[in-house]
């Protein structure tokens, strides 16, 4: 964006209890309130707003023309025999410069842009063949083998209905959840592992392996009770990976729709900044601690409609003001998902116990190995979990190869927006040129 000339009185961090230091004229109120319209209403559902968001996010970090992973680009699975390994591969840190060659093939992978957090935790799946078992590894993965998938551990959020309910909490606590739970931010298998064999269940169940709750108790000193998840899609979709592993893992509801999903970078950095430069401190809309991304994106489109309200006497800014609350909440009530809640007590009857006895006996049916063993018996020799269509013959065999975003077909961008937005920018300019000579002319 140009460079642009201060026009409101430059503020510090606002705080809860204060007022607005300052509001945007007319005009500038016109282009915000147009920028985050042209944002939201550029995706019809939450599903394709992820995916334009993903599209972004990859031409960002450079990884969308025709990168390729230096990792094994090929595996073939005829049966179980083979063998898994496990690494823990550190921390999941989002301000690094040069990214590991496992977050981009991450990034290449998930539909979702996935977030790091304060002690969030990395481990990456890949698949053996000099050995049949399973291992846990400490520090990369080889590129020597295929990776099957990705799990991303942190301490999960504060608001989540289901997880209270069965909690019996009304509310839960930084304290608490950064004690006691878990949850997998990232379980992504590589497709078409995924899809063709299942891979989510197996990284599902590897995600609450007794091996991977004691190596977050170690690291970082906690006392993990409970893990749980939620699924990517809820209300659009009528199936998640997790389904189907009651045994370890149960749906116990669905979140509720109350919020919508945020404006990501580089839009909202480029609004922010844009405002910014004309006074309204980007302080404003910074913040540390838990769901500091969702608190930010509440106080922008918070801030825009307060800018609404207050120039409302205009009758064009009136409409528009109709139109932007009609727009938030869509995107509260009609174009959300309702995410399913999983929640796994690591095989204890009373999740509770674990606070009494902080090293209770584990159950080892939740022994890595064991899981492992359990997933490769469902697909390769009970062949549940719909495998018997794929699995018509004895003679099975399936190439593994990764299915890349940026080698996929994929809806592109609406440019639409960033010309309206372009528009809309010289408007407000004209708008302000008339405001000058008028101001001229009166005097």
């Not at 304290?175 to 995924?194: E, I, R």
């Not at 844009?274 to 401190?281: A, F, L, Q, V, Y």
């Not at 994106?297 to 409409?319: F, G, M, T």
């Not at 979990?385 to 003679?395: A, I, P, Q, V, Y």
Request: charged share 25%; net charge positive.
């Amino acid at each position: 964006m140009p460079q642009r000339k201060t026009r409101y009185q430059r503020v510090g961090k606002r705080t809860d209890f204060s007022t607005y230091p300052a509001v945007l004229d007319p005009a500038d109120t016109i282009y915000a309130a147009n920028y985050l319209l042209g944002y939201f209403r550029s995706a019809a559902d939450a599903p394709h707003l992820m995916r334009l968001q993903k599209e972004e996010d990859l031409k960002q970090k450079g990884l969308w023309d025709d990168y390729l992973p230096p990792f094994h680009l090929g595996a073939e699975i005829a049966g179980p025999e083979f063998g898994i390994n496990v690494y823990a591969a550190g921390a999941a840190v989002e301000t690094r410069k040069k990214q590991p060659h496992y977050l981009n093939l991450l990034d290449l992978t998930s539909t979702l842009i996935n977030a790091g957090g304060w002690q969030c935790s990395d481990f990456v799946v890949t698949l053996t063949l000099e050995h049949q078992g399973v291992k846990f590894l400490e520090g990369e993965p080889s590129l020597l083998e295929f990776v099957l998938g990705f799990i991303r551990l942190d301490s999960g959020v504060l608001n989540n209905k289901p997880l209270q309910e069965f909690l019996g909490m009304q509310k839960l606590t930084g304290d608490f959840a950064n004690q006691h739970l878990l949850t997998a931010k990232v379980c992504v298998p590589t497709q078409p592992f995924g899809s063709m064999l299942r891979g989510g269940k197996l990284l599902a169940l590897i995600a609450i392996s007794n091996e991977l709750r004691d190596w977050f108790n170690d690291r970082f000193k906690r006392n993990i009770a409970v893990f749980y998840t939620t699924s990517l899609y809820g209300s659009s979709k009528s199936s998640s990976q997790y389904d189907q592993l009651d045994r370890f893992l149960t749906h116990v509801g669905d979140t509720d729709a109350s919020y919508p999903l945020r404006m990501k970078d580089p839009h909202k950095k480029e609004l922010i900044g844009w405002m910014d430069e004309r006074g309204i401190s980007r302080y404003q809309f910074t913040f540390t601690g838990s769901s500091k991304a969702d608190r930010s994106n509440a106080e922008l489109i918070k801030y825009v409609r307060h800018c609404l309200w207050k120039q409302q006497s205009d009758p064009n800014i009136k409409q528009l003001l109709q139109m932007y609350d009609h727009e938030m909440d869509q995107w509260k009530n009609g174009k959300t998902e309702r995410k399913r809640c999983y929640v796994s007590t690591y095989g204890h009857d009373e999740w509770d116990s674990i606070l009494i006895d902080p090293d209770p006996q584990p159950k080892p049916e939740f022994d890595l190995s064991n899981l492992v063993q359990y997933w490769k018996k469902k697909v390769f020799k009970e062949k549940a979990w719909g495998m018997r269509k794929l699995m018509k013959s004895d003679n099975f065999n399936l190439r593994l190869e990764y299915q890349l975003l940026n080698h996929l077909s994929t809806p592109t961008l609406n440019t639409d927006f960033r010309i309206l937005s372009g528009k809309m920018l010289v408007l407000t300019e004209m708008f302000h040129s008339f405001q000058r000579l008028l101001a001229q002319v009166m005097r």
